[in-house]
Structures are given as structure tokens and as C-alpha cells.
Nanobody, 122 residues
Framework: QVQLVESGGGLVQAGGSLRLSCAAN????????MGWFRQAPGKEREFVTA????????YYAGSVKGRFTISRDNAKNTVYLQMNSLKPEDTAVYYC???????????????WGQGTQVTVSS
């Protein structure tokens, strides 16, 4: 069992930056590919970005490419999401997930965190 805990969310003005962290308790994250998803009120959960177990491959949704960066530190059992040039439409609950594949669909992940709220004001 992998327990994931996100942190780093908050309120930021448009154009600002936040860095989210996803720490794992239990099994080491180096065994898993990792993803970030987000869900805004009234909308479905959507893919944001993913990273392979060794950090060698990354994938981004078109809406965040060039603004967000996913990274991982397996020694610290933590995955990060650096978010720059934030926009009001980035407002959502952000979830990290662990799975056996670098998937862009939520069904591809086995373990999920509880989420952290990101609010971007205009």
C-alpha cells in the first residue's frame, strides 16, 4: 500500500507560482510512475502531467506545457509540481497519483492522495 500526501497548495495571484509536493509513506516511490491530476468544481478530473519512475520521461497536458514542471527525488520519496505563470483557470484541487505506467488517464493509476487546493485569483 502506498499512501500519498500532497502539500503546497494555496491562494496565489494570477502570474504567480506555487510548488506542490507529493510525499509517499510506505513503499518507495521509485517503483512507480507518477502523475498529477486536477479537478475544478463541476468538472471532471483531468490529466496535468506525469513522470516515469526514473524521471527520464515526462508528459504534459497542452494547457500547462511550458508553465508547469514535474520532477521527482526518489531519495526523498517525493514528487514535485512547479507551477509558474498561474492563471485563474488553473484553480482546482490537485491530486498526485502512483501507478505502474506513465498514464494520462486516471484509470492508469493505483494510488491517490487526498488532494490540495490551488486557487488563482485574477
Amino acid at each position: 500500500q502506498v499512501q500519498l500526501v500532497e502539500s503546497g497548495g494555496g491562494l496565489v495571484q494570477a502570474g504567480g507560482s506555487l510548488r506542490l509536493s507529493c510525499a509517499a509513506n510506505g513503499r518507495t516511490l521509485s517503483n512507480y510512475d507518477m502523475g498529477w491530476f486536477r479537478q475544478a468544481p463541476g468538472k471532471e478530473r483531468e490529466f496535468v502531467t506525469a513522470i516515469s519512475w526514473d524521471g527520464g520521461r515526462t508528459y504534459y497536458a497542452g494547457s500547462v506545457k511550458g508553465r508547469f514542471t514535474i520532477s521527482r527525488d526518489n531519495a526523498k520519496n517525493t514528487v514535485y509540481l512547479q507551477m509558474n505563470s498561474l492563471k485563474p483557470e488553473d484553480t482546482a484541487v490537485y491530486y498526485c497519483a502512483a501507478g505502474r505506467f506513465t498514464a494520462t488517464m486516471a484509470a492508469g493509476y493505483d494510488y491517490w492522495g487526498q488532494g490540495t487546493q490551488v486557487t488563482v485569483s485574477s
